[in-house]
């Protein structure tokens, strides 16, 4: 049968009477019988798509491309196809062939950049959005904002700042470029432009409600009955809320009600919006943490120490701890010495080496020495691309604690501080911030709590090998008497004194974690004890 369109009815009908494998048969009798008809393998990949087969219609497609390579919807498809797969590197290399085919393509440009940045290829990512402005893209203020997102991903903030202007400028309703450099002045402490950004979303789109939790975020509240919290009650109200927002809004009307020391019905806020976070988490394992800990405990030995070769002796800087311990506070004292950058959470270890799940550390001990010398190197590149100068960068990331006997092994003479705070303050400040679905103990206290437990005693096996490379800092010391607690540090790092640490909110340091707002305020005692 070749008439297409009895061929089509006929699939049609056999599909109708729930006779998928004879209409799967019979579209592949007509391709091979004329393998080189381009209608034909369009047919058999839209019959793929109906009935859920991606696996093959990426096949056909990619058949259907060497047949005809000047085919642009086929790229299109195959492309979408790969990212449905959870392929998204493959849906680049699509992406690039089809640039080449067709370099005039503005569209093609537009989403290879998108696929690139997902890979984490951020300069190439910039280029192609660079190209697809070049070629007149409808969506220029989509290509510049996002452009200013990778920018900023990239520590070239004023070139993020301009992109966002020019995405402005192409489109001054452009809501995600608001937004996104709302999040820029924020990051950087300006509270009255993120905040002026942040309400021109609202105005253009009353309904985008992370807008609305951002602003009560960066506020300070007296009146329980202030508008803008009658404004959350009321959206909260509805029926038809989507769950991430009823989460952060509900996070953000906690914040606002505990500013007021309306402890209870904040405590019910936080309450609410950790259950809607459990929807979109995965549920907290603790015998899977126990595991994990028992065996980076059991792989990280003192004899895998001696038996390890490093990697590089650069004087590194890494600060870690449970997550609202701290860290953020710590990381902006020292990065106003001169020595320091503070780096933020750079996530480089974690994004290679993963939560509990991942098959860490057994994955990374497979591969033996060579493995470790391209994970360390490629630490060692990161930091020299995102952070060009001679100044130490400090890695901030929390959960780096997990990896420290690896680090060590790597790097013999990187420094490790680690921040210590009361167990019931660090629980509560955890269960109090909307965090990111990796940290799944975070929306329930007896969770955190389990945690911390399996935090401390990994940090007691890393004092038992390699004490000398590392420091315990106790928050409540710091936040009460910093001068000798930064004193400790900066003899442990073996720099001199830098009274600019004492000044530290000053700094026009970038701050990419909740605790934006925070570290921004005078040094203050205000949270120790928070939890009675």
Request: hydrophobic content about 45%; aromatic content about 8%; charged content about 25%.
């Amino acid at each position: 049968m070749t008439d297409h369109a009895a061929l089509i009815a006929e699939t049609r009908k056999l599909l109708g009477e729930r006779r998928a494998a004879d209409a799967e048969r019979l579209l592949l009798q007509a391709v091979a019988q004329n393998n080189r008809e381009p209608s034909l393998l369009e047919l058999l990949a839209e019959f793929y798509t109906e009935i859920g087969r991606p696996l093959e219609v990426a096949k056909v497609l990619s058949r259907l491309i060497e047949l005809d390579p000047k085919h642009p919807d086929a790229y299109f498809r195959l492309a979408a196809t790969f990212d449905q797969l959870g392929r998204p590197g493959e849906a680049v290399v699509v992406y690039t062939r089809l640039c080449r085919e067709h370099p005039e393509l503005a569209l093609a440009h537009f989403n290879r950049a998108h696929y690139l940045r997902r890979i984490g290829h951020l300069h190439d990512a910039l280029e192609s959005y660079r190209r697809a402005v070049e070629l007149g893209i409808d969506d220029a203020a989509e290509a510049w904002s996002n452009s200013g997102v990778i920018l900023g991903e990239l520590e070239r903030h004023e070139e993020a700042r301009t992109a966002f202007a020019s995405a402005l400028a192409a489109d001054p309703s452009w809501v995600p470029a608001h937004y996104n450099l709302g999040i820029l002045h924020e990051e950087f402490g300006e509270r009255d432009a993120a905040l002026r950004c942040f309400e021109r979303v609202l105005e253009i789109d009353p309904d985008y409600h992370d807008a609305l939790a951002h602003i009560v975020q960066a506020t300070r509240f007296t009146d329980a009955d202030h508008p803008l919290l009658e404004r959350i009650r009321k959206v909260l109200g509805s029926d038809d809320l989507a769950p991430t927002d009823r989460e952060a809004l509900a996070f953000a009307l906690g914040k606002a009600l505990d500013d007021c020391g309306h402890y209870d019905e904040a405590f019910e806020q936080f309450r609410a919006a950790n259950g809607s976070a459990r929807v979109r988490a995965k549920a907290y394992d603790r015998a899977l943490v126990e595991r994990d800990q028992a065996a980076i405990i059991e792989t990280f030995s003192a004899q895998w120490l001696a038996n390890t070769a490093p990697v590089s002796m650069r004087p590194l800087v890494f600060l870690c701890g449970m997550f609202r311990s701290g860290t953020t506070l710590l990381e902006q004292m020292l990065g106003s010495h001169a020595a320091f950058r503070p780096g933020g959470e750079i996530r480089y270890f974690n994004a290679r080496l993963g939560d509990e799940s991942s098959g860490f550390p057994a994955v990374i001990t497979a591969g033996g020495q060579d493995a470790l010398r391209e994970l360390g190197l490629g630490y060692l590149a990161h930091l020299d691309a995102r952070f060009p100068g001679n100044a130490c960068v400090i890695n901030k990331r929390p959960d780096n604690f997990r990896y420290l006997g690896l680090l060590h092994g790597m790097f013999p003479e990187a420094r490790f501080i680690v921040m210590q705070r009361d167990a019931a303050d660090t629980c509560l400040s955890i269960y109090t911030q909307q965090l990111g679905e990796g940290l799944r103990y975070a929306t329930d206290l007896a969770d955190a709590a389990h945690y911390l437990d399996a935090f401390r005693a990994l940090i007691t096996h890393w004092q038992s090998l390699f004490a000398d490379a590392m420091l315990e800092v106790q928050y409540e010391r710091l936040v009460r008497d910093p001068e000798p607690e930064l004193r400790r540090v900066c003899e442990f790092l073996g720099v001199p004194w830098d009274d600019a640490m004492l000044t530290f909110a000053d700094t026009k340091a970038r701050v990419r974690t909740a605790s934006v707002w925070q570290v921004r305020r005078p040094l203050h005692a205000d949270s120790v004890g928070r939890a009675r």
